[in-house]
């Protein structure tokens, strides 16, 4: 039963999270298609985006609910959220297609006038005293939580070395792998490589995280979308919460595995292990929505900053660059040097993927994943 409430939670956390993203995007990008500013409230656009929002909701609760009162077997149950992903693509380029035809049919873009700002750095901060240095001062800038990531690493280090004091009481065979009933299943011989490995994992996802935002904090990342001064400052301004929200994120999961390291290895605590196992998962899925929320607030801090600010390109219209967006989401421009842009639908950075770097990184991915699937049948 814990696998399938589990599923259950994270079937309405994954239609949440894809109800909030559609709030998170530029105004002047709605389900990732570019309109003027003048259109940011027309009926057809919020008759859309409020579709799709419903169509998530409504089919994460219905799974969700199907889950856990149908008879599923784990194994089958597990699909679920995959089905509710499909449904949210479905719903999304059906709404958007609305968009797109009523801005076709309508001439949306035929008068507009067309501005394009230069590129804020990263750290651009207040140099003169105009009303745009003003503005970037306004707006935090992207950061790495170090903080976060020191309590992150002082959980995991202090959970393996309760686990290492008290080794001679761990068992010579200890268990791997659990079932789908939580039943043990796997066993090998004690040492410190099998008994670390929420350790080892922990530490990994650390890493992880910390580069993303170190990468975040460093890197020129192009904006594509609304591409005024205040468009720019309020991509910044959603980058900065999405660090924070990757500490945050980094903290809960570091307690997940911190939990993990004692529970599991120490004996006297398997009764817990069934409990310890819907804590890391439900941590786990909701610090994928916490990311969410100090980029709200971010978001909305920003809005209320900016709005007593008259910048020169305030009334004018970014480009409507819709052709260079794949599905509303994947940027492809060779002629774009940029090689990070702005997410058009959601949060955060992507490639261009007409570079040779995104080239590289999706070739690298494809080769990880064949070698994960080849591996067991490599013995």
Same mark, same amino acid.
């Given at each position: ?76 149950? /597990? ?8 449904? #949210? ?25 067309? /501005? ?8 651009? /901060? ?70 670390? !490995?929420?350790?080892? !994992? ?42 924070? #929200? ?101 949060? #955060? ?15 690298? !991915? ?14």
């Amino acid at each position: 039963m814990i696998i399938k409430i589990t599923i259950a939670l994270a079937v309405l956390t994954i239609a949440v999270a894809m109800a909030i993203t559609s709030a998170l995007v530029a105004r002047t990008t709605p389900l990732g298609v570019s309109i003027p500013r003048s259109r940011a409230d027309d009926a057809v656009v919020a008759s859309a985006v409020s579709r799709y929002r419903r169509l998530v909701l409504a089919s994460g609760a219905v799974a969700a609910l199907a889950v856990l009162a149908l008879p599923i077997a784990p194994e089958w149950a /597990s699909v679920v959220p995959l089905v509710v992903l499909g449904l #949210g693509l479905a719903a999304y380029l059906a709404q958007r297609r609305k968009i797109i035809e009523a801005k076709s049919a309508g001439g949306w873009f035929e008068d507009a006038e067309y /501005s394009v700002s230069a590129q804020i750095a990263p750290g651009a /901060s207040a140099g003169e005293n105009s009303d745009v240095a003003r503005a970037i001062a306004v707006v935090e800038a992207p950061r790495v939580p170090v903080f976060w990531y020191l309590a992150s690493l002082s959980l995991l280090g202090s959970a393996a070395a309760l686990v290492a004091a008290r080794w001679s009481e761990i068992p010579n065979v200890i268990v791997t792998h659990w079932g789908p009933g939580l039943e043990p299943d796997a066993w090998a011989d004690k040492s410190a490589a099998q008994v670390f !490995i929420p350790t080892w !994992i922990g530490l990994g996802t650390l890493a992880l995280l910390w580069g993303s935002t170190l990468a975040v904090a460093k890197t020129m990342v192009a904006v594509r979308g609304d591409r005024s001064i205040k468009g720019q400052l309020r991509s910044r301004a959603v980058l900065a919460g999405m660090n924070k #929200g990757f500490g945050a994120l980094a903290l809960m999961m570091a307690i997940g595995f911190a939990t993990m390291q004692v529970i599991n290895y120490l004996p006297g605590y398997e009764r817990f292990m069934g409990a310890t196992f819907g804590i890391f998962i439900a941590l786990t899925v909701l610090g994928g929505v916490a990311i969410l929320v100090p980029i709200a607030t971010a978001q909305s801090k920003t809005d209320d900053a900016l709005r007593g600010f008259k910048l020169p390109d305030d009334v004018n219209d970014s480009p409507d660059n819709d052709k260079f967006y794949k599905l509303g989401t994947f940027y492809y421009n060779p002629d774009d040097p940029a090689v990070l842009v702005e997410k058009r639908f959601g949060v #955060g950075m992507d490639f261009n993927y007409a570079t040779w770097q995104a080239k590289v990184f999706m070739v690298t !991915i494809l080769v990880v994943l064949i070698v994960c699937i080849a591996l067991p049948f490599l013995g």
